[in-house]
Every structure is written in structure tokens, then in C-alpha cells.
């Protein structure tokens, strides 16, 4: 098995799954958590994880095959999806993607799952079609201030990470999400980004 990424929750190994290639996520002991609990939390995670890929995919997410899950060692086997995440693509594309990105969190948000860690790291394009991933932090939540927090958190990546593009690329997110949402839940959650955001505990950017 190949080392592909060393996170701090989990390590992604590249590996094979009946001649097909494919992507095991493992969550590592923590230490330095009790370890009972640590235990109960990379099972919790593991099972999270492995039902929102496939929930999502339900309802029309491009998400990888999840192909076997293994809870006492906390692993999981998915498909490899062999793209490119949008964090390293060009920046024309980044901000022509973003819309795409909107819709697909205005899909997830309109069934009922807030996503939790929305980077641009954690959507994978593939053959013109955007794959979500990583959805250990996801969440079953209609809250719309659930839903906010998804928003700031992909509008503070894409200031942070991708400045020069950020308005282009935030006006585009906005766009596709609306497209789905519609026009006054897209309203409501504008406002809670902003309520947070006054808040102080990040700079205005826009
Ligand atoms: N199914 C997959 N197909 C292709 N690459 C993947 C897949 N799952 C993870 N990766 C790669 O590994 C990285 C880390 O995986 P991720 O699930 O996002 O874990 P982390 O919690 O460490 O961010 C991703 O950003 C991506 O580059
Ligand atoms: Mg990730």
C-alpha cells in the first residue's frame, strides 16, 4: 500500500480493491485521548463517514463507491477517484468550478446534510464531473445556521487560499447555490454568513 496522505485525523493510503484502484482511510489512535473514547470517536467517524458518501450520492452527489468498511480498525475502502481536487486546478477553472460547487452544497443542504470541513481540497474533479469527499465532519442538520457555518467556512478557504479569485469565485458559489436553494433560503443564509462574520471572529472580505 502507498502512503498517498498524512492528515491529523486520518492517513489515505492508495491500495486495490478487486483489480480496481482504490482509497483506504484510516483514522489513527489518538493518544492522547482517553483511550475508550478514542476508540468510540474513530468508530463514530468511520460509520458517519461511510453512510453520508453513499446517502449523498442518493440524491445525485457525485461521491466515490464506498467498498468496504472495517469499524474495529476504523478503515474504510472507497474508490479512487483518479481527478484533480479543485484546490490545484487554474485559477480560471477554480472560479468557472465554483458554481458547480454551489449547487452541490445547495443539493446537500436541501437534503438535509451540512458537510462540515467544505474546502476546495475536498472536491475532486473527474471527467467534467465535481466529486465531494470527506465527510467525516458531516452532519444530518435542516438548521439554517448549520448550513451558514458550511457557507463561512468555504468563503474563508477561498479567501484564504485563493485570494486573487475569491470575488469571482465566492459571486459563482453564490450562484449555484441559489440555483438550487432558491432566491429567499439563499437570502436567509446570506444573512446568518454576514450575523457570523460581525461577530469579529473573522475579518470582512467582501
Ligand atoms: N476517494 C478518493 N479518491 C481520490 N483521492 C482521495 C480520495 N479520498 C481522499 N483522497 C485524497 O486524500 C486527501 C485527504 O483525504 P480526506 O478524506 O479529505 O481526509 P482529510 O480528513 O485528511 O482531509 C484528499 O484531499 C484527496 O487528495
Ligand atoms: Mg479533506
Known sequence: MKLIKKGAEADIYQTMWQNSKAILKIRKVKNYRNPSLDAKI???????ESQMISNARTFGIPTPLVYF???KKSYIIMQEIPGTPV??????????????????????HQNGIMHGDLTTSNFI????????I??????N????????????????????????IMKNA????LLGYKSVVGDSYHTKIAKLVAEIESRGRYAEVV
Not at 474533479?125 to 465531494?132: D, E, G, Q, S
Not at 465566492?170 to 458559489?173: A, I, Q, R, V
Open 170 to 173: 465566492w459571486k459563482n458559489f
Open 141 to 164: 442538520s435542516i438548521k439554517p445556521e448549520d448550513h451558514a457555518v458550511d457557507l463561512r467556512l468555504i468563503k474563508e478557504i477561498l479567501n484564504s487560499a485563493h485570494a486573487k
Open 69 to 71: 468498511v472495517n469499524l
Open 87 to 108: 484546490h490545484d486546478l487554474s485559477e480560471s477553472k477554480i472560479i468557472k468550478f465554483s458554481k458547480e460547487i454551489g449547487n452541490l452544497v445547495g443539493k446537500l
Open 125 to 132: 474533479l473527474f471527467k467534467n464531473l465535481v466529486y465531494v
Open 42 to 48: 474513530r468508530k463514530q467517524r468511520t460509520i458517519k
Open 134 to 139: 470527506d465527510f467525516g465532519l458531516s452532519q
